[in-house]
């Protein structure tokens, strides 16, 4: 286990390593888009496995015939836009959108699925605002797009940003329905936002979601959950609360029904087949209903999400599974 500090140049160096010095079987869950984009030509070449990669691009399931050794895992980008979309138009028909996405191929794919949701709507974007990933924050952007009088505002960032943009509308004093994308609303960042001045802007945001949050009280006795508890306080960990914990255990789980799925004469090329060819109803850390599903023209092993609205301490679920396709 190498950390690349979520930084390509680094990602393709301990990669490299890896592969060619410590010769691994595959690469698994590793994070991030670019990162991953950064290796993937690498490890195809190479015919080594990219397990279940720990990112949304719809490349990876999308150009599985290019490369074969790759496979995502969690929803796609666009499915959360087109999802996210649906809503606004479901709930507020007329709604004025403001957006802001990190302008690279995350966030650009997330935008895609979004306008792509609104279909003959998308005129109803009254602004979008890319903004760059090393930059020191978005002040500037969410001052831009509040002079737009917006109704809704579609936060397409990562962590620290999404909390920049959080503060912001809070310091404008603008109060839009708001829009969190799931790699931005883990508990412990919405608690953050709204302890440090945006806890009226963000009451009532609405995310997307897939993995049980363990914040919810609806799984206080869920025997998933009460799994991950135990695992984590084995490994003497404190936070029972973290939402990527739970995320990690359910690739992880995966991960291992794809190793029995392969058989004990286990090959790269087995474990591919066996990842290509999914159908696990039974992941305890996903939320009822979603089905681990993979064959070998379907690179997308999660497709479904549940919608769930911040209540100002925890994320409460509204809706039950929602499927797109791709």
Do not use: C
């Amino acid at each position: 286990m190498l950390d690349d500090g979520y930084e390509p140049p680094r990602t393709v160096e301990a990669v490299r390593e890896l592969v060619q010095q410590d010769r691994v079987f595959a690469v698994f869950n590793s994070l991030g888009t670019s990162t991953n984009l950064a290796v993937r030509d690498f490890l195809n070449q190479s015919k080594v496995p990219q397990l279940f990669v720990a990112s949304g691009a719809t490349t990876w399931g999308r150009d599985y015939r290019r490369y074969p050794w790759t496979i995502g895992y969690i929803p796609s980008y666009q499915t959360e836009g087109i999802v996210l979309a649906r809503n606004v138009l479901k709930t507020k028909p007329k709604a004025k959108i403001a957006l802001l996405y990190q302008d690279d191929e995350y966030g650009k794919d997330l935008l895609a699925g979004f306008t792509r949701g609104l279909g003959t709507k998308k005129a109803q974007i009254a602004k979008a605002v890319g903004y760059d990933p090393t930059a020191p924050d978005v002040n500037s952007q969410v001052a831009e797009l509040r002079a737009t009088k917006a109704t809704v505002f579609m936060i397409f960032a990562f962590g620290k940003f999404a909390i920049q943009a959080e503060l912001q509308a809070a310091k404008l004093g603008w109060r839009p329905q708001v829009y969190v994308n799931a790699v931005a609303s883990s508990t412990s960042l919405m608690t953050i936002a709204a302890l440090t001045g945006a806890a009226k802007v963000i009451q009532g945001a609405i995310s997307i979601v897939f993995f049980k949050d363990p914040s919810d009280p609806r799984w206080a006795k869920d025997p998933g959950i009460a799994l991950f508890q135990k695992i984590m306080r084995a490994a003497g960990a404190n936070d029972l609360r973290n939402g990527y914990y739970v995320a990690g255990m359910a690739s992880a789980f995966t991960l291992v029904d794809a190793f029995r799925k392969a058989g004990k004469n286990l090959t790269r090329a087995g474990i591919m087949t066996a990842a290509r060819s999914l159908n696990e109803a039974n992941n305890p850390f996903t939320i009822p209903g979603i089905v681990v599903r993979t064959s070998a023209t379907d690179g997308f092993p999660i497709q479904q999400v549940a919608l769930e609205r911040w209540t100002g301490a925890h994320w409460s679920i509204f809706t039950g599974p929602l499927a797109v396709a791709g």
